[in-house]
């Protein structure tokens, strides 16, 4: 589901990023492949000094299909950007890929909350982060990051994912599945 970033799989990221379904949405803008190229491989640079997280998203085949990074890493916090490729919007891979990425930044890489600024007129992500149970909209209970990230005009809304809610999420989840599980061999 998610590997380290890779500049073998240029080709195949850069073709999904200029989507217009998808390119005005991403951080990190690439006008040209060779420009991809060298962000890409700035941003393997910046996981090295730890600067920020980043990582491939890919199918159940390995290909790659979109990027997943925590960016701007200070307090054990940081802000997430997710992105996947037009053909596979709503089959359940940003769901799967934010799962594996949060394991492991809460698990391993000792992240205490994730932030996410999405712009208030991208539904897509806007939905998708409300149908996540561990995550938070933060616009009031986060005012001065909210108040940071909009100084210009309201463009963003901010949402939050504290360490405590993801895993308690887990052992609920955990929970229900060994409870469904229990029922199925009675």
Known sequence: MLKKRDVADCHVLYDYLIDPAVFPYVRQKANSYDEFVFLTKQTIEA???????????????????????????????????????????????????????????????????????????????????????????????????YAHLNKDSEIYDLFQIEKDQYH????RTHQVEMENQEAMEA
């Open 47 to 145: 996981e090295e000094r730890g600067e920020l997280i980043s990582r491939t998203v890919t199918d159940e085949w390995g290909a790659p299909i979109g990027t997943i990074n925590l960016f701007d890493l200070s307090d054990n916090a940081g802000f997430l950007g997710t992105w996947i490729g037009k053909p596979f919007f709503g089959k359940g891979y940003n769901k799967l890929a934010k799962d594996a990425f949060f394991d492991e930044l809460f698990y391993s890489c000792d992240i205490q909350t994730v932030f996410m600024r999405i712009r208030k007129e991208n539904v897509r992500s806007f939905q998708a982060a409300k149908k996540l149970p561990y995550c938070t909209l933060a616009n009031e209970i986060r005012p001065d990051i």
């Open 168 to 171: 308690f999420h887990r052992l």
